[in-house]
């Protein structure tokens, strides 16, 4: 795990340093090596977070988790060839997986940290369909219309399986705003009205209210 975490902090450094670099300087091309070494060693984490020691070891490394939060936004809107653009989805798609399993096998220090990084961000990037922007896989926004209703609920409710919890209020409103500061109300109705099968539908409805529900939470 140790190793995983060395070449995902370093590959995400690496990354920008490149963004940061002079405009009038040539770009340098991008091997595709990096993104494949990356992926796997995400996956090989996504995996190991099924365990509760493991969800633990990782959240202590503070740098790993803000780099895997990085990387869901990885080459985000910069399309090369099909082959690249699939080894950047790959990249994504695995660190979405790994702040997943958190949220799901994680305790109340966790999802705190979970919004330190900015997963209520990061859930929502998957929504960003209308303006054509973001993934429009399928798959990929019904995990975000989830991990959104989820996040949200457990939030509100409190939670009495795995990692039990109280409810999390103070969260909710860190939460909520960064759901709000990504436009992802906007992305959810659109959602729930522009023709997307009955799953989606629904999930966006779910969503929707639990977008809603600090009103009948706070009263």
Request: charged letters at 25%; glycine letters at 6%.
């Amino acid at each position: 795990m140790q190793d995983a975490a060395r070449a995902i902090i370093s590959f995400t450094d690496s990354q920008a340093y490149k963004k940061d670099r002079k405009q009038n300087e040539q770009p340098e091309s991008e091997s595709s090596d990096s993104p494949i070494e990356i992926a796997a060693y995400l996956e090989y984490l996504r995996n190991k977070l099924i365990n509760n020691n493991a969800i633990k070891q990782m959240i202590k490394n503070h740098n790993l988790l803000q780099s895997i939060t990085l990387l869901t936004i990885f080459k985000l809107n910069n399309h090369s060839n099909q082959k690249v653009d699939r080894l950047r989805f790959n990249v994504r798609h695995n660190s979405r997986w790994c702040l997943n399993w958190i949220k799901i096998y994680g305790d109340a220090q966790d999802f705190a940290d979970l919004v330190n990084v900015g997963y209520g961000k990061v859930i929502c990037i998957s929504l960003s369909t209308a303006g054509g922007i973001g993934e429009e896989e399928d798959d990929e926004i019904r995990n975000g219309l989830n991990n959104i209703y989820w996040f949200l609920k457990e939030q509100h409710e409190g939670r009495n399986w795995y990692s039990s919890f109280q409810p999390l209020p103070f969260l909710v409103r860190q939460t909520e705003e960064q759901i709000e500061e990504e436009g992802a109300i906007e992305e959810i109705e659109a959602l729930m009205n522009n023709g997307y099968d009955i799953d989606i539908k629904f999930m966006a409805n779910g969503a929707k209210t639990e977008t809603l529900n600090h009103f009948i939470h706070n009263n």
